[in-house]
């Protein structure tokens, strides 16, 4: 499974279950797609973590990286419904990271040939 990160922070004056709602129909709508397979926000607690993260932490599950592309490609394409989901989104976010993960050990790694 390879995981899509957004780290973030909410832009002032956007309230919490506002983007909580407007990530839930983004993230509702490629689900529905097939473009992903599930996803998780997570928010800082007590302050907890490194504050370059951002407070808000959405992880985008996707089978391999071919689901991620076709994800892409299909916000990219920058045509409703997808462009009003991923706008809704974006307007309220600032600070934004992003990185890229996968579950380890891959299910195809195989041990006891390595030289490194």
Excluded at 61 to 83: G, I, K, N, S, V
Aim: hydrophobic residues 35%.
């Amino acid at each position: 499974m390879d995981i899509y990160h957004v780290w973030c922070d909410l832009k002032p004056g956007v309230r919490d279950m506002h983007f909580h709602a407007n990530v839930t129909r983004c993230m509702t709508n490629l689900r529905a797609g097939g473009l992903i397979e599930s996803w998780r926000l997570t928010r800082r607690k007590l302050g907890f973590g490194p504050s370059c993260l951002g407070e808000w932490h959405l992880m985008i599950e996707l089978r391999d990286l071919r689901q991620l592309e076709d994800a892409f490609h299909r916000m990219a394409t920058r045509a409703e419904p997808e462009e009003e989901l991923h706008h809704g989104m974006n307007e309220l976010v600032t600070n934004a990271s992003f990185g890229l993960t996968r579950d380890f050990p891959d299910p195809f790694r195989q041990c006891g040939q390595e030289r490194f």
